[in-house]
């Protein structure tokens, strides 16, 4: 498995339909089949708004923010009566849970841990949920992206781990997908990270004769 380093990428509030249309969605999955007819892995690549809702933050964020506020007023104004207090806090509270719900500010106000436990768990789902632990030779790979969390992941399956070698890193084909959601072409991004794995897994696990596509060569989308 790989994982993007914490904090990389740049934080977005664009949904993975809006990031991956149609046409671009087309040319990942041709190149998905592209990799494949030269390999014996099967890939799936997944694009998520994110891995949790995380709907304590904007609570939390509120409850703060109503403290500070009261805390302030009752140092520089004391004299404000107690009902201004409570029209203060309600104000404050308020904020907070707008505030709370922008996904930038969710991403900033959630630890590193939870997010990196978030998503680990979200990209083990969809491996199984898409089929890839089941293929024939165990070389089923996932390239999973959260996008809330800035979070590239790489799954492959034993049969994929037993044959690499040392040299080969899927931090590669990671980087490759945090470049292209950096720039502007998260679509080419995922396509350059598609055919990044094709040239490790050619190289490890070449398609034989035997071969048959067992997994629709597609890219899920989770708005």
């Known amino acids: 498995m790989a994982v993007a380093p914490r904090g990389a990428g740049d934080a977005s509030v664009t949904s993975p339909s809006a990031l991956v249309?149609?046409?671009?969605?087309?040319?990942?999955?041709?190149?998905?089949?592209?990799?494949?007819?030269?390999?014996?892995?099967?890939?799936?690549v997944v694009v998520a708004a994110q891995s949790a809702d995380y709907a304590s933050v904007p609570w939390r964020l509120g409850v703060v923010l109503a403290a500070v506020a009261l805390l302030g007023l009752a140092l520089h104004l004391p004299v404000l009566p107690a009902a201004a207090l409570l029209a203060a806090q309600a104000v404050a509270l308020g904020i907070g849970l707008a505030l709370g719900r922008l996904p930038a500010v969710r991403h900033h106000l959630v630890s590193d841990v939870v997010q990196d436990a978030r998503v680990a768990e979200n990209a083990r789902r969809s491996f199984a949920e898409h089929g890839l632990a089941g293929t024939t030779g165990r070389t089923g790979i996932l390239i999973f992206v959260s996008l809330l969390e800035h979070r590239v992941v790489v799954l492959a399956d034993e049969g994929i781990h037993r044959v690499l070698g040392p040299e080969e890193r899927w931090e590669d084909v990671v980087a490759l997908a945090l470049a292209g959601i950096r720039e502007?072409?998260?679509?080419?991004?995922?396509?350059?990270?598609?055919?990044?794995?094709?040239?490790?897994?050619?190289?490890?696990?070449?398609?034989?004769?035997?071969?048959v596509d067992e997994l629709r060569n597609r890219v899920v989308l989770e708005d």
């Open 21 to 44: 249309p149609p046409d671009a969605r087309l040319r990942i999955e041709a190149a998905i089949a592209d990799v494949e007819r030269r390999t014996a892995g099967e890939i799936v």
């Open 184 to 211: 502007g072409r998260t679509a080419g991004g995922l396509e350059d990270a598609v055919r990044h794995c094709g040239k490790i897994l050619a190289a490890h696990v070449p398609a034989s004769a035997a071969d």
